[in-house]
């Protein structure tokens, strides 16, 4: 019995060591699989906001200015005066859909315009010009959508957000 006690006591504290080892091990092997990306501060956000409303103010065009993470989590809304109440779920939705599927909603629209109708049954995807992915080191980390005006206007005034990120 009590070899059995003794072979039990080396079997436990050899599986206690073995587990340890593991553990110890474990987060170096995690640290490996981590990617390293940038995020849109808010700091920068508010850059990409009084940029936009730079050039709408320009034109004198009333926009709804979204900034959204890579994600399409909204990080910074500016609502300019006297916009219409619509452009502020539009400029949201278009500044998502460049984030999710990285690419400007303007894709989206020439594709429904080049008969693609497929485009209407994918959730999220705004067909409309407006949305403008930002891009740096070639990944996307966010977005900016615009409405207020035509479609090709807001594309103008959300472009001019994202440019004022790469000036930086």
Do not use: Y
């Not at 959508?145 to 594309?155: E, K, L, P, V, W």
């Amino acid at each position: 019995m009590k070899a059995m006690r003794d072979r039990f006591g080396r079997m436990t504290k050899a599986l206690s060591l073995t587990t340890l080892a593991l553990i110890c091990a474990a987060p170096l092997t995690a640290r490996g699989q981590l990617i390293e990306t940038k995020v849109v501060s808010l700091e920068a956000a508010k850059t990409m906001v009084a940029a936009a409303e730079t050039e709408a103010k320009k034109h004198n065009w009333n926009m709804a200015i979204a900034i959204v993470d890579a994600s399409g989590n909204l990080i910074l809304f500016h609502r300019m005066d006297d916009v219409q109440l619509g452009s502020v779920d539009v400029a949201i939705e278009k500044a998502r859909t460049a984030a999710r599927f990285r690419r400007p909603t303007q894709a989206m629209a020439d594709a429904l315009k080049a008969g693609n109708q497929g485009i209407l049954s994918i959730p999220g995807a705004a067909a409309i010009a407006g949305g403008v992915p930002i891009t740096v080191d070639g990944k996307v980390i966010g977005a900016v959508g615009c409405s207020g005006m035509a479609s090709d206007q807001d594309a103008v005034v959300a472009q001019a957000g994202v440019d004022a990120l790469v000036a930086r």
